[in-house]
């Protein structure tokens, strides 16, 4: 049988749900996003030099940029669609 599109995101939602109704979201993410906030430290630290307290603290205020970012780019898109509605 072969879906369309819509029926294929249907059914990935389902499952997605199904998925979390029977395990802990934080135990399946965490190698996501331990991969994701070891990125910061790499990016700030790359050959590792620094000692772990002060690469922790500068990769955390680069996280805090990263997301600051995307906050800047969210309030400007709402912006934009919503000049574009008037």
Do not use: C, W
């Not at 772990?52 to 780019?73: C, D, I, T």
Request: aromatic share 4%.
């Amino acid at each position: 049988m072969s879906y369309s599109t819509a029926d294929r995101q249907i059914v990935g939602r389902v499952g997605a749900h199904i998925m979390h109704s029977r395990n802990d979201p934080r135990e399946i993410t965490s190698a996501a996003r331990k991969a994701f906030l070891d990125g910061f430290e790499r990016e700030v630290d790359p050959d590792g030099v620094l000692d772990p307290v002060e690469r922790a603290r500068r990769a955390g205020h680069l996280r805090k940029a990263h997301f600051a970012r995307l906050a800047l780019k969210s309030a400007q898109a709402r912006r934009r669609r919503r000049e574009g509605a008037k």
